[in-house]
């Protein structure tokens, strides 16, 4: 017994179970004491606890548990082992014991033919502890030159003189090729017709003695007959072809023939057919037409069904065919097999489908397709044969109705099939293994027989015996005392506890039914928790003023007052005490590591260490195992994920730092390399040429590495708990301006400037240069008038129509005259741009070409000209 102490009951057959199941499956079995299948039941005897569960054992310890015994008797024996049962233990395993146990032959010739196994071991016998599978292996292995006896039954209807022809040499040529494949070869011989009454066969006088009168293509026949037994088995093959060719073929009326009552007979006369118990037996099947079955014996008034046995007279020949109907399939296939008979039929290609449907009712049976004139027959046999040799199917005979058997074929490439038992392709010297596996349902009523059954391969004569008992009793019964001063003489003494007869109670039936209430005053006191409580907290009977509490399905009951129970402590998750504590009287003890009314809660903190080793990420507690985040917009089981807060893009650094130390692979994807893993877990990490900044609800960090390279990346996070990091290829390191060109630009900007000044100087110098000069000019030019106008003496206007020139430029000559009078040259200083056009042509001229208009019209038409 290996089942773990206390422990969950090993699953008969171990099988991966969904989650669910699992769950269900944990939640059912004895974690704890009160759930474990033997105590639940509730036996009150050793034999009632075997029938439980084939791990249940019984005490019969006297003073198991002591006095005040709360232990139940019946529990897994480790259970009783513990409450220190010791030997005295009931519990009987199943067993096998072999008892017949032959090596299988190897060759059948040179041995005596009753010594041949082909089974091994031939008989053994099984201890059945009901609900506990025993396990039997079974080899078998094909014999060579195992005998062989073969039968040939033909129909020898009209239709089938050709066959007759084809076939009357038949016995030598079989004989060679059966030679080939085992020495020891015997053939026999029959035929069939059909019932020789009406409707089957031709009944008026005129038939009497050929019933082909009349035929025009076959003038003379034999009168039908239903089976004739024409040769026993024999390993003359010489009779055979004697026998074949005495033969005529007959003459029945409807198309079915009556080959069915022809194998029945030749199966079952075994003693005229000569079929020997130790060979292999082929009973080949011959015809061209369809059988009559059962109830067709009805339309010949024959009503009697068949009693398969076997009917032939002194002449070898079917006496009961005109008594009774023809056999069913079903008594046929068990007389072919009672008899280790195979069957092959062969028949011609029309009725192949037919006689192949009757071979999955008949077990043990082939069909063949036969030429129309039988050429192909030795052909047939001979694949038929082989077929049959290279088949093992194991068979169980006689097996009671509680017993179950399952099987596992192991064939020769050793695989292990279970549900199969049946190998195929076998050559002959092949060994196949079977596994039988057998359990029984349940115990059979006292002084039932031992039961007997035999396992064997179809077609072989070799079985195993398997002897059957029952383990449903206790030892310890045998030694029962009734009326036992043990059971203070109110009871039968049995395994370790009394059986109380009527009126008496108690473990030692101690105490008589309705004591309590007679004794006056409140005997039933001891009961009660407190005074006005429930009897026993409503859960158990006050017996002897003791409470006996109840069983209940969910779990125990116990103490003084049944006031305990081991079931009704806090769940999680349907787990008592969530799996982490044990459950004592209403109260979950948490193991180590656990707190909590329900011990659900955890006090290790492993689970709250964020990726930096901070608990929760500095963001929150760890409760009970998990993260609560008190940070706002932070999430994640360590809190981990925070786009939101002020230091978020500082809990992605490590990751991007790692990243960059890591050469940019060929995938852009996060690094296959493990090293970043643990900082970059639940990110997604694409890097990129640029990082987008305009994307909404991310946020764009940048930091600065040692080497003063500026990462820029933006993180987000997106549904399904992954946080998104774009990070750029390289980190961007923008080369530092060298000194050299610091001081070029600094020198040139300064040169830039004196440069600028020193064009507004000069600029000024200039303007400031022409105004001193026009000033010159005017006061020149006045100077010269005066001059001029002093020495000629005539004023100016009195020059009549000729326009002057100087000063403020030349003026159209109407519009001086209309005037009237000389313009006048303003003083300096306040001249206006006439002044600058006016001086190309003022510059001092010869008087005397001053009165010829000395100005050239386009210069007098006005400063815009200039
Ligand atoms: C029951 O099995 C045990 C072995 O486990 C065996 O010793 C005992 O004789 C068996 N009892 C009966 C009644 O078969
Ligand atoms: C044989 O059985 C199959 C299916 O069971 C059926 O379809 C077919 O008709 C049967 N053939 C004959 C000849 O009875
Ligand atoms: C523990 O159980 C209590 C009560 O059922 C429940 O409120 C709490 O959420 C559970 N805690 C955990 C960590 O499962
Ligand atoms: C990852 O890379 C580091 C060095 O960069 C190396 O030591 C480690 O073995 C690598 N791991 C894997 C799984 O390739």
Known sequence: MSAPPRGPLPSPRQRPLPPLRLLLLAAMLPLCPGLNVCTRGSASSCEECLLLHPHCAWCSKEDYGGPQSELPRCDLRENLARGGCGGELEGPHTSVHVLQDDPLSTRASGHAL????????????????????????????????????????????????DDLDAIRHLGTRLAQEMRALTRNFRLGFGSFVDKSTSPFSYTAPRYRDNPCVGYKLFPSCVPAFGFRHLLALTDEVGRFNEEVQKQRVS????????????????????????????????????????????LDGKLGGLVQPHDGLCHLD????????????????????EKLAENNIHLIFAV????????????????????????????NIIQLIVNAYNGIRSKVELEAWDVPEDLDLTYTAICQDGVAQP???????????????????????????????????????????????????????????????????????????????????????????QCREGEGEEGGEAPQAPCREAEGRPLCSGRGECVCQRCL??????????????????????????????????CHCGECQCHAGFVGDNCNCTTETETCVSGDGQLCSGRGHCVCGQCQCTEPGAFGDTCERCPTCPDACGTKRGCVECLLQLP????????????????????????????????????????????????????SEVPGGKSTLTVLKEPDCGSAPSTLTILLAVGGSVLLVGLVLLAIWKM????????????????RARARYEMVSGAWGAPRGGAGKESTCGGPGCLLPGASSRKGRAPVLPGGGTRGPEAAVSLPCSPARPPTRFTANPCPLTELNGPSAS
């Open 114 to 161: 009753d010594q041949l196994t082909q089974i091994n071991p031939q008989r053994i016998a099984v201890d059945l502890r009901p609900g506990e599978a025993a396990r039997v292996r079974v080899q078998v292995r094909p014999v060579e030159d195992y005998p062989l006896d073969l039968y040939y039954l033909m129909d020898l209807s009209l239709s089938m003189k």
């Open 549 to 582: 509490c109840y069983h209940s399905d969910f779990g125990r009951i116990y103490g003084p007052f049944c006031q305990c129970d081991d079931f009704s402590c806090a769940r999680s998750r349907g787990l008592l005490c969530s799996g982490h504590g044990d």
């Open 419 to 509: 549900g199969q038992r049946k190998c195929r392709d076998l050559k002959i010297g092949d060994t196949v293994a079977f596994e039988v596996s057998l359990e029984a349902r349940g115990c059979p009523g006292p002084g039932s027989p031992d039961r007997r059954l035999a396992l064997k391969p179809v077609g072989f004569r070799d079985t195993l015996e398997l002897l059957v008992t029952y383990n449903c009793s206790c030892a310890c019964s045998a030694h029962a005392e009734p009326d036992s001063a043990r059971c203070s003489r109110g009871g039968t003494y049995s395994c370790g506890a009394c059986a109380c007869g009527p009126g008496r109670l108690g473990a030692r039936c």
């Open 348 to 375: 011609t290609k029309n009725h192949y489908m037919l006689y192949k449907n009757f071979t999955a009712l008949i077990p043990g049976t082939t069909v063949e397709i036969l030429h129309g004139d039988s050429r």
């Open 251 to 294: 003459r029945n009326r409807d198309a079915p023939e009556g080959g069915f009552d022809a194998i029945l007979q030749a199966a079952v006369c075994t003693d005229k057919v000569g079929w020997r118990k130790e060979a292999l037996h082929l009973l080949v099947f011959t015809t061209d037409d369809v059988p009559h079955i059962a």
């Open 314 to 333: 002194q002449a070898n020949e079917y006496s009961a065919t005109n008594q009774m109907d023809y056999p069913s399939l079903a008594l046929l296939g």
């Open 664 to 715: 940019p692979s060929g995938s852009d994807r996060a690094p296959a390399n493990e090293t970043c893993q643990k900082q970059c877990r639940d990110a997604v990490v694409t890097r990129v040429d640029t990082v987008r900044l305009d994307v909404p609800d991310t946020v764009t960090c940048f930091f600065k590495t040692a080497q003063d390279c500026v990462v820029t990346f933006a993180y």
């Open 764 to 779: 000024l110098v200039t303007i400031h240069d022409r105004r001193e000069f026009a000033r010159f000019q005017s006061e």
